[in-house]
């Protein structure tokens, strides 16, 4: 495959997984922590780790907009629910391993 058609399919998966994320909300970040060990924050800093390396500056908030589609903030504020108590226990018995 030539690399910049596999470039183009990577960014297209790419917006295809944030456009998931977007359209499952209820979909807590401890959620896909416990079940997948990675989250929207972790996608954001990977995503401002690789503009870095390709040598755009890029805050952190800047990238989970970029995740998020809107500011993590306001994100927040308008889906983020508590944790459970067995949410919580999962994700500590996950991290214990």
Request: net charge negative; hydrophobic share 35%.
């Amino acid at each position: 495959m030539e690399d910049h058609k596999r470039l183009e399919i990577e960014a297209a998966t790419f917006r295809r997984l944030v456009s998931h994320l977007d359209a499952h909300k209820d979909v807590q970040n401890i959620d896909l922590m416990n079940l997948a060990s990675f989250c929207r924050n972790c996608l954001s800093k990977w995503y401002r780790a690789e503009a870095e390396e390709r040598g755009v500056e890029l805050d952190y908030e800047s990238a989970r907009e970029v995740v998020y589609g809107m500011p993590y903030a306001l994100w927040k504020e308008k889906y983020q629910t508590e944790a459970t108590q067995a949410q919580l226990d999962k994700f500590e018995d996950r991290t214990a391993d």
